[in-house]
């Protein structure tokens, strides 16, 4: 199957319009919540992380850098697990980066800086971010519309290479090694980039198997 009737596929299944509502709400909220995340510079996510660190080496935005990566591992993703492709895929490689890049500019002319510097507000800023941020995730990665380049790598590995390791850990594993590419281009990593690599993807995980019990419940 091509990628473009995979992508059609998902336009003609069951509940496909709620799916997509969703699928766009968990990709626009996470690139609003990750905006305050960058601000606070208390630490993100590792491909964040990553990515911050490498478009600040080569002086573009984040959200180009973050889409010209993820077509680099989108001929991944197409070669060996074509099936992960779908509407989600395209959303979250193209809208995330820009709409964080976006909304750090807003920022900068309406939020004082002392919110994000100084504390207790910048924790409480954090804190709640990050929150959001989980949960918007867990919106988007169990809509059923596709999943990110960078996400379905592990996936990947996990099925054709690791096959006898638990997911859990090769998602650690995937996640630690993007970190170390952060720092080897000069990225200062926070604790909450390190508690993220451990807590991050089962977070996501059990925070969607709730939502897949109470909200997804698609026909």
């Not at 319009?17 to 996470?30: E, R, T």
């Not at 002086?59 to 779908?86: A, E, K, M, S």
């Not at 380049?149 to 995937?174: C, T």
Request: with cysteine; hydrophobic share 55%; glycine share 8%.
């Amino acid at each position: 199957m091509n990628i473009g009737k995979k992508i059609d596929k998902y336009f003609h299944q069951e509940g496909f319009k709620k799916k997509f509502i969703i699928m766009a709400l968990g990709v626009a909220l996470m690139g609003f919540f990750l905006s305050f995340l960058i601000e606070v510079s208390l630490g993100t996510d590792p491909c964040t992380f990553m990515n911050l660190t490498i478009s600040g080496r080569l002086g573009i935005l984040f959200g180009t850098w973050q889409v010209l990566l993820n077509l680099v591992l989108f001929v991944f993703v197409v070669l060996f697990d074509r099936h992960q492709i779908g509407p989600g895929t395209i959303a979250n490689m193209v809208f995330i980066g820009y709409i964080s890049d976006f909304c750090r500019w807003v920022w900068s002319k309406t939020i004082p800086r002392f919110v994000f510097e100084q504390w207790p507000y910048r924790a409480a800023v954090f804190i709640v971010a990050l929150l959001c941020f989980v949960v918007a995730a867990s919106f988007y990665m169990n809509a059923d519309m596709g999943v990110a380049p960078y996400d379905a790598i592990p996936n990947i590995l996990s099925n054709l290479v690791f096959k006898k390791v638990p997911f859990k850990f090769v998602r650690i594993a995937f996640d630690g090694t993007v970190v170390l590419i952060g720092l080897l281009f000069g990225g200062r990593l926070e604790i909450c980039t390190i508690l993220m690599v451990f807590l991050l993807g089962p977070t996501i995980t059990a925070v969607g198997m709730f939502l897949k019990k109470k909200v997804f419940k698609f026909a």
